[in-house]
């Protein structure tokens, strides 16, 4: 009952009185059938949870994406793949944990799978940098995707961080460097690349595992260009609005879907994946090997044409002056004597 | 972000740039041929009222002969010379901010420039509403900074050589990246590329802009990716990293220039350094993050005093842009 969150409250009280019919008949013993009690308990678990996770806010959905419970890269590795085995080091400077990587099977098919790794208590967290990685992560990245590359091995990559690594060595050895030049070298990989946002997709330490011919995200995963604390900090002063700011950001699976930044939605088992990993897998077994033969039927050319018209694709703006509207809403006083002007202008820009 | 300047008025905001430059938002400046002279119908028609009162404030505020202290040696420099001297102290080299359109003065021929894109603007696809909407933002900037955003972008001829040319301004928004930033450099570098034309980028930037979301990240991978197929092209990329510089575009296409440059004392680095000091609870060395720091760590090619920077970068493009045609030789 340790890991809990507020939402989830109702469900783990139920199920506590759940347990305790079933744990202590004796207690109840008046000769009394408690079968149906059970069953009544049972059905108002489901229920409540099924109203509880149909009806998630944002924040939710990011307290959800950092549940300390939630199957983190090492045991999709054991569940959805087979023969995992673990590859080490960058070659040049250290061997970074925040980040796991090596050959793996995925059905009959032979990948490579790399991840960023959180700890799941605080001896592994410390070895693991809590999940953020340091340039070495990055760059050990690039090196086994360029050896996929080398022997025609898709690469899929799970993607659960709060960030890159903030820290000074970091910066002495060019996190931001490690980052933009995977950015660039993903561009160009012949293999097919499947991302997956299993958890948190938290902004450049995310996406330099995520150039991908295929970007996929969990049901309860997020993925943001800055924490909702980070940008609560920012635009509202204080970090408290963390909910306000998750909510702003357009963060959630079905946002990301809606806004086109993601490809598919890999839906989880009712209350979120740790309630029931081997389900969570499956699905999310089942939604990669559909896009890996999807990929694999591509000739390379024509899947890095895609993958660039897909990245390339990414941006909203517009191309010619604010319309009266807009400035109406903008410049409220003078929109009514600039709307002729700014009509007349259009044109001329245009040319 | 406001760096309070030396002498600061109560109407014009505190943002280095603006204090020292001596043109009023909203006038063009006719010494700068080269440059397409700003939409003025567009400008003025958005921002009618504004300029008024901005003309106004400009008598009433800016004292005769405005002089500036500089931060560093605490001399007082005359504004005029401050501006020949493309915003460097004479007497210990402190370089000012500079804005995009005098820094692409200072580099490209004149009449040269092309600019690409320039009624490019943001808009609110997310329809972000924080402490202050994004629109409003944006309004706010269009007025302050008589730019339509964080980026020019175009091609011009430094010496003797066509490039491509795009640089950032901290003064619209903190030079954040949103897809009006990204949208005008991919095209930029799509063009130098189709072109075979060499790319200088030169950056200033706070990192990717919150305000556009995911949108905004996105943007690192899509000027990288752009980036990708101009060195497959085999054509020369030099970066040129400014005070301050920092986050989403220093880890994308500010990072991966086949030359990187910067200019001396500019605060350059991934995460800032608040967040680092909280992160770690640990002191940050002496002279962290500076160029300086930067280039004692193998992170950088060069640090180019900003006087200098256009010779240099004629001496690169010189250098890397002839063809030797050495493959030719050994095959034949």
Not at chain 1, 122 to 141: D, M, V
Not at chain 1, 163 to 187: D, K
Not at chain 2, 130 to 151: C, E, F, I, M, Q
Not at chain 2, 193 to 221: C, D, H, V, W
Request: with cysteine.
């Amino acid at each position: 009952m340790k890991h809990q969150l507020d939402f989830e409250k109702p469900i783990i009280e139920l199920q506590g009185k759940l347990d305790d019919l079933r744990k202590h008949p004796e207690t109840h013993s008046m000769g009394v059938n408690f079968e149906e009690e059970i069953k009544l308990i049972e059905a108002k678990i489901e229920e409540t949870r099924r109203q509880i996770f149909s009806n998630l806010t944002p924040w939710q959905r990011v307290q959800l994406a950092r549940h300390p419970k939630r199957p983190y890269t090492l045991d999709y590795l054991r569940t959805a793949f087979t023969d995992f085995e673990e590859l080490h080091g960058d070659r040049l400077f250290a061997e970074d944990r925040a980040i796991v990587g090596g050959f793996a099977k995925l059905g009959d098919q032979r990948v490579v799978v790399l991840g960023t790794q959180k700890g799941r208590d605080t001896k592994e967290n410390i070895l693991r940098n809590f999940g953020s990685a340091h340039p070495e992560g990055y760059r050990k990245a690039l090196r086994l995707m360029r050896l996929a590359d080398k022997f025609g091995l898709p690469i899929i990559t799970l993607i659960d961080t709060a960030g890159a690594y903030p820290g000074i060595g970091a910066e002495e050895r060019h996190i931001a460097e490690a980052i933009a030049v995977n950015l660039r070298e993903m561009t160009l990989l012949d293999v097919p690349i499947i991302a997956t946002v299993i958890g948190e997709g938290g902004s450049g330490g995310a996406l330099g595992i995520g150039v991908a011919d295929r970007v996929l995200i969990m049901e309860n995963a997020y993925y943001s260009v800055i924490s909702p604390e980070g940008c609560a900090a920012i635009l509202w002063k204080e970090r408290s609005a963390a909910s306000k700011a998750a909510q702003a950001l357009k963060i959630t699976a079905k946002d990301l879907l809606h806004l086109k930044l993601v490809d598919e939605i890999v839906t989880e088992p009712l209350g979120g994946a740790h309630n029931d990993l081997t389900a969570a897998a499956a699905t999310l077994k089942q939604h990669l090997l559909k896009h890996l033969g999807e990929l694999q039927a591509l000739p390379a050319a024509e899947r890095l044409k895609q993958r660039y018209a897909k990245f390339r694709a990414h941006g909203h703006f517009l191309e010619r002056a604010p319309t009266p509207g807009e400035q109406a809403e903008t410049a409220r006083k003078s929109a009514r004597k600039s709307a002729a002007k700014s009509a007349a202008a259009i044109p001329a820009t245009a040319a | 972000m406001n760096l309070a300047g030396p002498m600061p008025t109560p109407y014009i905001p505190a943002m280095a740039t603006t204090i020292f430059t001596k043109k009023p938002p909203g006038v063009t400046d006719p010494t700068e041929p080269a440059l397409n002279s700003p939409p003025t119908e567009l400008q003025t028609a958005f921002v009618k009222k504004p300029k008024l009162t901005g003309s106004k404030k400009k008598k009433r505020d800016i004292p005769e002969g405005l002089w500036t202290k500089c931060p560093k040696c605490e001399t007082m420099l005359f504004d005029k010379e401050l501006d020949a001297n493309l915003k460097v102290c004479d007497k210990c080299a402190h370089h000012f901010s500079i804005g995009a359109r005098e820094r692409i003065h200072s580099l490209v021929e004149t009449c040269s420039f092309e600019e690409m894109d320039a009624q490019m603007i943001s808009v609110d696809v997310l329809g972000f509403t924080g402490a202050a909407s994004y629109k409003d933002k944006l309004a706010s900037n269009w007025k302050k900074t008589n730019l339509k955003d964080a980026v020019i972008t175009g091609i011009g001829k430094i010496g003797p050589h066509r490039a491509g040319l795009g640089v950032m301004d901290f003064s619209f928004l903190g030079g954040s990246m949103g897809s009006v930033v990204g949208e005008k450099l991919v095209r930029l570098i799509e063009r130098s590329t189709e072109k075979n034309l060499p790319i200088i980028i030169i950056s200033t930037s706070g990192g990717a802009r919150m305000y556009e979301g995911m949108f905004s990240l996105m943007q690192m991978a899509k000027t990288c990716a752009a980036l990708a197929y101009h060195a497959r092209a085999r054509l020369p990329y030099i970066s040129v990293l400014t005070n301050p510089d920092y986050a989403g575009v220093m880890a994308s296409y500010a990072s991966v220039g086949d030359l990187i440059l910067a200019e001396p004392g500019a605060f350059i680095g991934f995460a800032g350094p608040r967040v680092i000091k909280d992160t770690t609870q640990a002191d940050l060395p002496p002279g962290f993050q500076t160029a300086e720091f930067l280039l004692d760590h193998g992170l950088i090619d060069a640090i180019v005093p900003r006087k200098e920077m256009k010779a240099r970068l004629i001496g690169y493009l010189d250098f890397l842009t002839v063809r030797q045609n050495n493959s030719a030789a050994a095959t034949a």
